[in-house]
């Protein structure tokens, strides 16, 4: 494995661009590779097969450009799509769920947690799993947003519908009363100041993208595959649809340079034969 190979990043929209700035705080010398897989976001309403399947070609398009790790940035994909992608991917790989599930362990004074996420993410129940692991003696109260998707996509980040729609699915949690809150999905720190109003300034607000830049700084040192590079690394942007809508959404939610985005075509394969070569189009 060449030390100077990419850090392969993929989520269904813009969320996961959350974690690049993390990865680039912890990691600055890596060069990174980002796939919005815009054409099939949003994930969280759709089936474990499908999201298997979109993973997995996100996934083979990353290990075709060279990475030396791949980094799951989305919930719903680490929630239901991680099993697949570990068994074919011979790389380390690691997912958000398990380092958010931790941090909030570590963060929580009560033990009394709730984690809010699209509808596939928290009927897997893949939250409550990871933090009873961690501590059996938490108590995990989980509740599905997934609206606040499209209105963190939106960049609605300070509208007065992004507040009543998060008053509305927060009201329960908030008679819980519980002392840290997972935000369960890559795009929900885009909209972190509103969940915060809603939730109080006693509630500790954990998403997992420290976390997981962490865990992957650790991993890298570990197993000495860690550039030696002392430059500043790149990053390549891909999308699966607009790269122009790709560019001007994220340009404006989050401070990073989308200049190079470029639209690609996903790998097809039939599940039936794992063993095919990949067919990309496009």
């Not at 649809?241 to 394969?269: A, C, V």
Request: hydrophobic letters at 35%.
């Amino acid at each position: 494995m060449n030390v100077d190979s990419p850090l392969g990043i993929f989520d269904s929209g813009l969320g996961g661009l959350t974690v690049v700035k993390a990865i680039q705080s912890y990691l600055p010398n890596e060069d990174l590779i980002y796939i919005g897989d815009t054409a099939h976001f949003p994930y969280g309403n759709k089936s474990r097969e499908t999201i298997e399947r979109y993973s997995l070609q996100n996934s083979r398009y990353l290990i075709n450009e060279g990475v030396k790790m791949l980094i799951i940035a989305c919930n719903s994909a680490s929630a239901l799509g991680i099993d697949a992608v570990r068994r074919e991917i011979d790389l380390p790989v690691l997912e958000v769920v398990g380092p958010g599930a931790r941090t909030a362990v570590k963060v929580s004074g009560n033990k009394r947690i709730g984690v809010i996420g699209t509808r596939g993410t928290i009927m897997s129940s893949s939250y409550v799993n990871a933090l009873k692991k961690t501590d059996p003696a938490v108590e995990v109260f989980p509740v599905p947003t997934p609206l606040l998707v499209p209105l963190a996509e939106e960049g609605w980040s300070d509208s007065d519908i992004t507040f009543q729609v998060a008053e509305i699915y927060l009201k329960t949690l908030k008679e819980r009363d519980i002392d840290t809150l997972i935000l369960g999905c890559t795009h929900y720190p885009l909209i972190k100041n509103i969940i915060q109003k809603v939730m109080g300034e006693s509630v500790a607000l954990v998403d997992s993208a420290d976390a997981i830049a962490a865990e992957a700084k650790e991993i890298l040192t570990n197993k000495k595959i860690g550039t030696d590079k002392k430059t500043p690394g790149t990053i390549k942007y891909y999308t699966t649809d607009s790269p122009e809508s790709f560019k001007e959404t994220g340009t404006r939610l989050i401070d990073l340079n989308l200049d190079n985005t470029k639209q690609i075509f996903l790998p097809t394969f039939d599940k039936s034969r794992p063993n095919q070569s990949e067919i990309y189009s496009g």
